[in-house]
Every structure is written in C-alpha cells, then in structure tokens.
C-alpha cells in the first residue's frame, strides 16, 4: 500500500494527460462556425482541421516507436504537455499575427496533435510499469478520464460562451491551455519506471512477425473504429434524428456518448478483479451490435438516441481493454507495442467516420445507413476475440 502510495502523483498526473488529450481533441470543433465567421474560412477549410489532426497524431504514433526509448518518458511525457500547452496558446494568437488566419490555425493544431499523440502513445505505458495490482481496472479507470474530459470541455465551454459570449473564445482557449502547462510540472517531479528492463523488450522487427502481434492491431483497429463511428456522427445523428437544433444535437448526441462511456469505464475499473477481461470484451462486443443496428434500423428517433447513447457503454471498455490483454499477451512487447497500438486505434478512428460520411452520401445523406455499414466493426472485434481466446490463450505469460 504504501508502495502504491508513492505512484498516486504519477496516477494523476497522467489522469490529467487525458484530459488535456480531450480538451484538444474536442474544444477547437465547438469554434468551427466562429472561424468561419471572424476569419473567412471556408467549410472545405475548416474540413482540414480534425484530419490535420488525426494524421498528425498517426504521424506521432509510428514515431515513436523509434524515438521514445531513446529521449526517455519523462522528457517526451513532459514534452507532450508543453506541446499541448503552446498549441492552444497560439490558437489564440496567431490567426490575427499571420496575413493568413488559417495558417495559424493550422499550425497550432498541428503542435497540439504532437502533444496529443505523445500522450496517446505514453500515458498507457507509464500506469502499465507503475506497481499497481489491479492493472486491468487502473487501465479502465484511467481511460475514463478522457470521456470526463470530453464532457467538461463540451459543458464548460458551452457555459463560457452562454455567459461571456462566443467573442471572448480566445480568453477560454487560454484558460484550457492551463491544464497541460499545469500538469507538465506534475510529470517533471512524479515517479516514473521503465515498462521493460534495457535490453528484454523486443524489437520492432521481432513485433512485427508475431502474429498475435497483428491479431491486436486488429483489435484496437476495430475498437477505435467502433467508438468515433458513433461518438463523430453522434451530434449530427441527433440533429437529424431528432430535429433538435445543433446545440441541443452537441450535449444530447456526444456528451451523452462520453457520459456512458466514462461510466462504463469506471464501473469496470471497479469491477474488474471479478470479471474476465476477453468475455467483458466480447460482452461489450455484442452489446455494441446491438446498439448499431438499433441506432440504425430503428424508425423511432428516441429509440435510436437510446442506441446512440448505449453505444458509449459497449465501447467504454473496448480501447484501455484492448491494451491490457496487449500488456497480458505480450509483456515484452515495450513501447514499440504501445505506439503501434496507439496508431492502430488512431487509424480506426481516423477512417472510419470517413467512411460512415462516404457511404450515407452515396445513399444521398442517410445517416443510419452508413452507421449500418459501420456494425462491421464490432462484429469484427467479437471474431478477433474468439481466435485470440482460442489460439493464444497460453501465450499470456
């Protein structure tokens, strides 16, 4: 207990990374309109931001499987904030320094997508080597603070803007921008082991001709594919399903997305001493089926809310779950590991809600269609649990 004790700094300290990776990833979409409107920026523009982000982030990922041993985790942990930190900074800066507006846009985005992919690739790892003895519920608990952070953002700015006026939007980005610069501090001083002893923890080259290597790629491939399907589309599902204004579409659709995925995450986090890990996945699996094709097929609006919503539980546990059975399955796996898996669940949701756009267009803008298409995800996820519990079940230790 009291070794545990002694790793509480580093716990939140890397609670409060996922909260600045969520205050980057969903408080620039709340300003889209407003930079249409103060700087002249086109739609097909404003199109470039998350994608400049998601790629940077992918970028970020795959690098870091070459440069994170070597710089060490504290000195790129910390970097990760500062970037983050500075990005938001010159989000309210640089768009009236620069003749171009957008430009400055851009390129604060990309500054906080490195900080943002940093801490996707680091976070997971550091909480994996710290002497915890319910690893697979501290994972859960950990990834929940990201949804809690999508809330807040989602709410709090909603508040500022209700309150001071959309206008002062630069002032509230500066404000968010604390966090990170605050919890660089705490990831300076806190404690922070090695996942894997120098020299035990494979190469790269050793990963990649593991086949039960590319069988967890293809989990966390599928799992971040099955949670931004729904969670990008949740708002605009809602709009329309609903034919509520786009306010109401944000906190209704996302926010109630993020709620019941933060509570899932947390319950199993609780709960997780007494459950299966593979057979909660799977659970979750085929409740996540479920919950597409209710969302999808249903001609009730309210019905198909309660599946959009829902959807958030099954999720909750698919993207820090994938990562456990990784660490359990693999545990000389290293940090290559835990970047490659951090681009995985990168690229499925990075295409996937793409995809989702693509095909309800070509069925002329049915959203529910593209959403049917996209429960291939989650079936696919159930298959790759099954041969995962079959084929490599004595591979754990």
């Known amino acids: 207990m009291t070794k545990q004790k002694k790793y509480k700094k580093t716990l939140i300290a890397c609670y409060l990374g996922f909260v600045t990776q969520a205050i980057s990833a969903n408080f620039t979409p709340l300003l889209f309109l407003t930079f249409k409107n103060a700087y002249g920026v086109g739609l097909e523009k404003i199109a470039l931001i998350p994608l400049v982000f998601y790629l940077t982030q992918l970028l970020i990922d795959f690098a870091a499987t070459k440069f994170v041993d070597k710089i060490g985790y504290r000195t790129c942990v910390v970097s990760s904030q500062v970037l983050s930190a500075v990005g938001l900074v010159l ?49 859960s608990l950990l990834h929940s603070f990201y949804c809690w952070g999508a809330v807040g953002v989602i709410l709090g700015s909603t ?10 939007w630069k002032i509230l980005t500066l404000l968010w921008a604390l966090a990170p610069l605050y919890n660089a501090f705490n990831f300076i001083s806190c404690p922070i082991e090695r996942l894997v002893e120098d020299g035990k923890s494979m190469r790269t080259g050793q990963l990649l001709r593991l086949p039960l290597f590319w069988l967890l790629i293809l989990l966390m491939i599928c799992s971040g594919a099955s ?62 089926v479920i919950c597409y094709l209710t969302a999808s097929l249903s001609s009730m609006p309210i019905i198909g809310l309660a ?91």
């Not at 508040?159 to 002062?168: E, H, M, W």
């Not at 835990?338 to 295409?351: C, H, P, S």
Request: net charge neutral.
């Open 91 to 139: 989000m309210a800066i640089l768009p009236e320094l620069l003749p171009v507006p957008f430009v400055g846009i851009l390129l604060a985005v990309v500054l906080y997508a490195m900080g943002s992919g940093l801490i996707e690739v680091l976070v997971s790892p550091i909480v994996e080597a710290c002497p915890f003895e319910n690893k697979d519920g501290m994972m």
């Open 227 to 288: 949670e931004a399907s729904m969670a990008q589309w949740a708002s605009a599902f809602t709009e329309s399903a609903m034919g509520v204004s786009k306010t109401v579409g944000d906190l209704a659709g996302p926010c109630l997305f993020a709620v019941f995925m933060g509570i899932s995450r947390i319950l199993y986090g609780k709960m997780s001493e007494k459950l299966d890990l593979t057979k909660t996945m799977l659970a979750c699996g085929v409740l996540c």
């Open 159 to 168: 508040l500022f803007f209700s309150v001071f006026g959309i206008a002062n």
């Open 307 to 397: 599946g959009c919503a829902l959807c958030g539980v099954s999720v909750g546990i698919m993207w820090p779950g994938t990562i456990s059975i990784s660490s359990q399955k693999c545990p000389r796996g290293g940090t290559a590991m835990f970047a490659f898996l951090a681009l995985a669940g990168d690229l499925g949701a990075t295409v996937s809600p793409a995809m989702v756009g693509s095909i309800s267009n070509m069925f002329g803008g049915n959203l529910k269609t593209g959403l049917f298409v996209a429960t291939l995800f989650p079936l696919i996820l159930i298959l790759g649990l099954v041969v995962l519990n079959q084929k490599f079940n004595r591979l754990s230790k």
